[in-house]
């Protein structure tokens, strides 16, 4: 099968699309014929070795933690799973990721893909959508009736975040550039403040619960959230090389969120989707012989919105 691998870190060069053996599934697992998976910052940072003490992988390394697709082999012990069914999940961390053609999961790290988008485009959802539900709910402990500030709305994450955070029943502020500005309104925003030409700090006048970032912000900016923030609220911070902020004095608590993969969390979002309530994003989809080409796009700050790959034997 084809797949794409990295045999050293270093920059998006390092990639190489080349034939590989296809796996066989082991105790626990399953294997799936991927319709597609995504293209997440995360996976950048890996390639570069910038991410070898928190999440360690062996070369050579196949990229992608999203994956959607259809069961075709199951190992020993599975059940609840059969062969032929669609499904999507966050593959682990440090495993072999899904930029291939066929990939193997832990079949407890899955659930049954959204039948109101196609299966390819699922890939969407995983890794983006967890971390936008765990950092709203897990973390933020979101309730009906807050005031939530979404920093970074425009990006994957952030639409998600927005959609989520006024489904269940929050005053949503977002910030969003022009390029984005409409997308985030239509996701349900009840304010959108242009970062480009506004000060957070100086707009949000009424204290927020949550201030959730999700832009490589300025360190002096990223600090400037936790004014905004009630005592006794929160700020969760998906930029985890800058340590979100926090105010013991007014019990303003600083979260930093990892993600996790979470089937159950995902099947309530896939759920969601299949109700109308959430809508899935794609910007573009790519064959997988051009990912390297995405990641050197991605390195030089020219992709926007969700990417999925999508393997030949799609």
Same mark, same amino acid.
């Given at each position: 099968?084809?797949?794409?691998?990295?045999?050293?870190?270093?920059?998006?060069?390092?990639?190489?699309?080349?034939?590989?053996?296809?796996?066989?599934?082991?105790?626990?697992?399953?294997?799936?014929?991927?319709? =597609?998976?995504?293209?997440?910052?995360?996976?950048?940072?890996?390639?570069?070795?910038?991410?070898?003490?928190?999440?360690?992988?062996?070369?050579?390394?196949?990229?992608?933690?999203?994956?959607?697709?259809?069961?075709?082999?199951?190992?020993?012990?599975?059940?609840?799973?059969?062969?032929? $069914?669609?499904?999507? =999940?966050?593959?682990?961390?440090?495993?072999?990721?899904?930029?291939?053609?066929?990939?193997?999961?832990?079949?407890?790290? @899955?659930?049954?893909?959204?039948?109101?988008?196609?299966?390819?485009?699922?890939?969407?959802?995983?890794?983006?959508?967890?971390?936008?539900?765990?950092?709203?709910?897990?973390?933020?402990?979101?309730?009906?009736?807050?005031?939530?500030?979404?920093?970074?709305?425009?990006?994957?994450?952030?639409?998600?975040?927005?959609?989520?955070?006024?489904?269940?029943?929050?005053?949503?502020?977002?910030?969003?550039?022009?390029?984005?500005?409409?997308?985030?309104?239509?996701?349900?925003?009840?304010?959108?403040? $242009?970062?480009?030409?506004? *000060?957070?700090?100086?707009?949000?006048?009424?204290?927020?619960?949550?201030?959730?970032?999700?832009?490589?912000?300025?360190?002096?900016?990223?600090?400037?959230?936790?004014?905004?923030?009630?005592?006794? =609220?929160?700020?969760?911070?998906?930029?985890?090389?800058?340590?979100?902020?926090?105010?013991?004095?007014?019990?303003?608590?600083?979260? $930093?969120?990892?993600?996790?993969?979470?089937?159950?969390? @995902?099947?309530?979002?896939?759920? *969601?989707?299949?109700?109308?309530?959430?809508?899935?994003?794609?910007?573009?989809?790519?064959?997988?012989?051009?990912?390297?080409?995405?990641?050197?796009?991605?390195?030089?700050?020219?992709?926007?919105?969700?990417?999925?790959?999508?393997? *030949?034997?799609?």
């Amino acid at each position: 099968m084809k797949a794409v691998r990295f045999h050293e870190y270093g920059d998006p060069d390092v990639l190489r699309h080349e034939d590989v053996e296809q796996p066989t599934p082991g105790a626990g697992e399953v294997r799936i014929r991927v319709a =597609g998976t995504s293209f997440n910052s995360v996976d950048g940072n890996i390639r570069a070795g910038f991410m070898r003490g928190p999440i360690p992988v062996a070369l050579p390394h196949t990229p992608g933690l999203d994956v959607a697709g259809t069961v075709d082999a199951l190992g020993e012990g599975v059940n609840g799973i059969a062969v032929g $069914d669609a499904v999507v =999940g966050f593959l682990p961390m440090n495993g072999t990721g899904a930029a291939a053609e066929y990939v193997l999961a832990p079949a407890e790290a @899955l659930t049954s893909a959204p039948r109101n988008v196609p299966l390819v485009d699922a890939a969407a959802l995983p890794v983006v959508g967890l971390t936008a539900y765990q950092a709203l709910f897990d973390h933020g402990k979101l309730t009906a009736g807050q005031r939530v500030l979404i920093n970074g709305a425009g990006g994957a994450v952030g639409r998600y975040a927005v959609q989520l955070a006024k489904n269940a029943g929050a005053h949503v502020i977002a910030t969003a550039g022009p390029r984005s500005g409409e997308a985030v309104t239509s996701a349900g925003a009840d304010e959108v403040i $242009d970062h480009t030409t506004t *000060s957070v700090t100086a707009v949000v006048t009424e204290p927020v619960d949550i201030a959730l970032n999700l832009a490589p912000v300025d360190p002096a900016e990223l600090a400037g959230l936790v004014t905004l923030v009630r005592p006794g =609220g929160v700020v969760v911070n998906t930029t985890v090389w800058m340590p979100a902020p926090s105010d013991e004095e007014r019990d303003v608590r600083g979260i $930093d969120l990892f993600v996790r993969s979470d089937a159950a969390q @995902l099947a309530q979002l896939v759920a *969601s989707v299949d109700r109308g309530e959430l809508r899935v994003d794609v910007a573009e989809r790519v064959p997988l012989a051009e990912l390297p080409a995405l990641h050197t796009r991605a390195a030089q700050g020219a992709v926007h919105g969700k990417v999925i790959v999508v393997p *030949s034997a799609a």
